[in-house]
């Protein structure tokens, strides 16, 4: 908010009225504020009130002005999420609104109960000041996040509340501490400094001293609104940070589940398998020897049923993790997934890849993204009722991009991810979640007799050659 | 006698398995097992030292993998044939195997019955799959066959908005991706996407790319 000449020079004028009327602090009052300041007289005021015609004029250039310098806080804090951001911003935009030199906010650490100091401006500092912080009823902003109340000194060397004289912090004339208010709730205290000379020469400071009515209660409002900002960025980088947490234990989940599968899986081929297989070898050579007719044909029994475990063994490792997928790669473990699902039920998958050749994918890209690829052709066979589906594999510009598509009843996304059961919806939102997980994404297009399109999109990490 | 021997040389990381193949093949009047290998790097080394005329190689071992060590194998010395023995029932598989320079594709379920045969087809310089394996590679060359028997006599009667569809179909976005790079709807792109199929007779998307990259619609 930009001050006129003439509001200045009213303001002036009004600064030294007040100065002179001098308002008499009483040493015990803990907090001032010029609201309660009962009937002591006009509050000296640098505000518009001043050179208003009326009164009714005044009020109403006083709440229009302050309804302004509200929104403009509103816009400044709403730019940002992150706490700093938005506590450097509230601060520069108060300060210019009710034009005072310099200020600090702090914020209480819910976890020390101590309120520590997060942003400053316009004042001297010590190079660090990192863990600087007050308890609660501890100088200025304890004594204001302890009562919930704003408080103004005006000569801040007589004062003994004013606890911090220690080296390289400047120390202003003038102070108001007020509450930054949320749910109720003290969250931080933001102090305002006048740090001008008084051009008065007079024991209190006439620059602040006109903080008045309006404007503590302005200031309080502000209070509320930065505290909301401080509220709500807090939770918002709760939030991100729990966010983070999650996707970093889902990673350990899977990348554990997945090496467990290849575990067994392994376990399976090289123990059972193998020794099926040698059991089958014995068998071989008892046949050549010369044995009865029914000891043969009881051997191949046994054979034949050892050619059975063998089989359900070898199917058993690859539902659990196909082998080529860490032998061949994913474009062929790909191949015999659609080939797979093919045998099943029938449907056949059109598959085509390009770009794959000279790329090494890292082993959890091709992992997740055959899994999904995997859930996307389940889903088609289980709900599409299609009678083709395709699989595009491609490559291109460090990116991997997989499409499944089908021509069968599709579906309504929105209205499945709302109420399918849960199996299905889990389906639908682990596939976005293993692809978010690599930094990429999965997107469903579908609607009611349009069939259904999966896509799979994952940056492939540079070590490769990268296609084109 | 001993100079007609077949010398075989057995990689395999299973010591059951690999002692009972050995007591198998031993029993073979014209095998005879020079070595044997438990893994990749063993069974590259021994290839080297004992020259063998038949390898049989596990493909899935621990360490240098069986398909590594096919490869250099095969590069050091052409005339050993190889014999794969996996568990293994893939095409992927056996296309990667018999592009590396094997001669037999063996699965472990089939091994009593097959490998005996299979040794001695490579000996005499043949080839031995899989019956199975056989099939799926006969019918995996005539898929190819008609695919380009069907795109050769194909007109393009495309409109220049389908042939534009087609080509961002192509270069792999979704319906709707197309339908917000050109400003139509979702609906009208996949009209296009349903008149084009129609006309040149394809099914799917996957066609539609292959088309698109055979005819050279990419490079415009």
Request: glycine share 8%; aromatic share 2%.
């Amino acid at each position: 908010m930009q001050k006129t000449q003439a509001v200045r020079e009213a303001e002036e004028r009004a600064a030294a009225r007040g100065a002179s009327g001098g308002l008499d602090e009483p040493a015990t009052a803990p907090y001032w504020c010029p609201m309660m300041d009962g009937p002591a007289g006009t509050p000296p005021c640098r505000r518009a009130r001043a050179d208003a015609t009326s009164a009714g004029d005044g009020e109403l250039v006083q709440r229009n002005k302050e309804l302004s310098a509200l929104v403009a806080l509103a816009e400044t804090i709403s730019r940002s999420q992150e706490l700093r951001t938005v506590l450097e911003d509230a601060l520069e935009k108060v300060l210019e609104i009710v034009a005072m030199e310099g200020g600090e906010i702090l914020i209480l650490d819910p976890d020390s109960g101590r309120l520590v100091l997060r942003a400053t401006r316009g004042i001297e500092t010590p190079q660090t000041r990192e863990g600087v912080s007050f308890a609660p009823g501890e100088g200025v902003p304890g004594l204001v996040a302890e009562a919930a109340r704003p408080m103004v000194i005006r000569n801040v060397l007589k004062d003994p509340r004013f606890v911090r004289a220690r080296a390289g912090w400047q120390t202003p004339h003038a102070l108001v501490g007020i509450p930054l208010m949320a749910r109720g709730e003290v969250v931080g205290v933001m102090d305002l400094f006048c740090l001008r000379e008084c051009p008065h020469r007079t024991e209190e400071c006439v620059q602040c001293a006109c903080v008045d009515a309006e404007d503590v209660s302005l200031l309080l409002a502000m209070g509320q609104q930065i505290g909301m900002a401080i509220d709500s960025a807090r939770l918002w980088e709760e939030l991100r940070r729990k966010e983070k947490n999650r996707a970093h234990l889902l990673q350990q989940v899977i990348v554990a589940q997945e090496e467990e599968r290849k575990r067994i899986a392994r376990e399976l081929h090289d123990g059972a398998g193998q020794l099926l297989a040698s059991l089958m070898i014995s068998v071989k050579r008892l046949q050549s020897m010369d044995l009865p007719e029914e000891a043969c044909a009881r051997m191949r029994e046994i054979r034949a049923t050892a050619a059975r475990i063998l089989e359900e063994v070898h199917d058993l490792a690859l539902g659990l993790r196909p082998s080529m997928l860490d032998d061949l790669g994913l474009a062929v473990a790909l191949a015999c997934a659609c080939d797979d699902l093919g045998r099943r039920t029938g449907i056949a998958v059109d598959y085509h890849r390009d770009g794959l050749e000279s790329i090494h994918l890292p082993g959890a890209v091709e992992i997740a993204v055959y899994r999904i690829v995997q859930e996307a052709l389940t889903n088609v066979a289980k709900h599409a009722s299609a009678s083709n589906v395709s699989l595009l594999l491609r490559a291109r510009g460090g990116r991997l991009r997989a499409i499944v598509e089908d021509d069968g009843v599709g579906f309504d996304v929105a209205a499945t991810l709302e109420d399918a059961p849960e199996e299905r919806k889990l389906g639908l939102v682990g596939m976005q979640e293993r692809a978010s997980l690599l930094g990429g994404s999965c997107t469903v297009e579908s609607r009611p007799g349009a069939g259904c399109t999966v896509v799979v999109e994952v940056p492939i990490p540079r070590q490769g050659e990268a296609y084109e | 006698m001993s100079e007609n021997r077949i010398r075989l040389l057995l990689a395999d990381d299973h010591a059951v398995l690999r002692s009972g193949l050995r007591l198998l093949l031993s029993e073979q009047p014209d095998m005879e097992v020079v070595g044997e290998a438990a893994d990749g790097e063993e069974a590259i080394n021994k290839a080297r030292e004992l020259k063998p005329d038949v390898l049989l190689l596990d493909i899935t071992m621990p360490g240098v993998g069986g398909l590594e060590a096919l490869e250099r194998i095969k590069k050091e010395d052409p005339d050993i044939k190889v014999v794969v023995l996996t568990m293994h029932d893939d095409e992927s598989y056996m296309e990667r195997i018999m592009t590396s320079g094997g001669s037999g594709y063996v699965l472990k379920k089939a091994a009593d019955t097959e490998l005996l045969q299979a040794i001695r087809a490579v000996q005499q310089g043949g080839v031995y799959l899989h019956p199975a394996m056989t099939r799926a590679l006969v019918s995996q060359l005539q898929r190819k066959a008609v695919a380009q028997e069907k795109q050769s006599h194909l007109e393009s009667k495309l409109s220049e908005r389908e042939r534009e569809v087609l080509k961002l179909i192509a270069q792999g976005y979704t319906n709707k991706e197309i339908a917000d790079m050109i400003f139509l709807s979702v609906k009208t792109v996949e009209t296009h996407k349903a008149h084009i199929m129609d006309k040149l007779e394809l099914r799917s998307r996957a066609e539609l790319v292959r088309y698109a990259l055979d005819n050279g619609l990419l490079k415009a």
